[in-house]
């Protein structure tokens, strides 16, 4: 298959490293543009605390300068390994939404993201943002396990 978009959505553990070692091997060899998604979640989960105060505005603010190096420093990283086309996006919210609604907008071909392999117990309580993308994705979803 050619792909021409491929999002890769990365939170800079040690399974999101493998995310983007698979997407940089499917990148190169397709001269498809990576998309390296960084999603800051914290905000849109604290929604029943925050309030418009100044000291919420400089956590919030942090968290965005956190993402936004993670991504700079990842996209670094693989330019050094090779990949040529690779483009960062910064989103606020909830993660399953973002990474479908990103891959709705930049017609993705596949979007590879890594999975802990909950539970059945645990995707009860918690939910399964890997399930929830694969659900509602325009397009195929590569899970990388451990």
């Known amino acids: 298959m050619e792909y021409k978009n491929i999002i890769c959505a990365i939170d800079g553990s040690e399974l999101s490293n493998r995310v983007e070692e698979t997407g940089a091997y499917l990148s190169k060899l ?4 990576l998309i390296l998604l960084n999603i800051v979640e914290k905000w849109y989960r604290s929604a029943d ?5 100044p000291e919420w505005g400089s956590i919030h603010e942090g968290w965005l300068k956190e993402g936004k190096s993670l991504l700079e420093k990842e996209a670094a990283k ?3 390994k090779g990949v040529k086309n690779i483009e960062t996006v910064l989103r606020d919210g909830d993660a399953a939404h973002e990474i479908v ?3 709705v907008e930049r017609n993705a071909d596949i ?4 999975t802990h392999r909950y539970s059945a117990v ?3 309580f918690m939910g399964s943002v890997t399930d929830k993308v694969t659900r509602h994705s325009p397009c195929p979803v590569l899970w990388l396990f451990r």
């Open 122 to 124: 645990g995707k009860l």
């Open 30 to 33: 397709s001269g498809a543009k």
């Open 111 to 114: 979007i590879i993201m890594a």
């Open 78 to 80: 693989l330019r050094e």
């Open 49 to 53: 605390v925050v309030t418009d105060s």
């Open 101 to 103: 609604a990103l891959a």
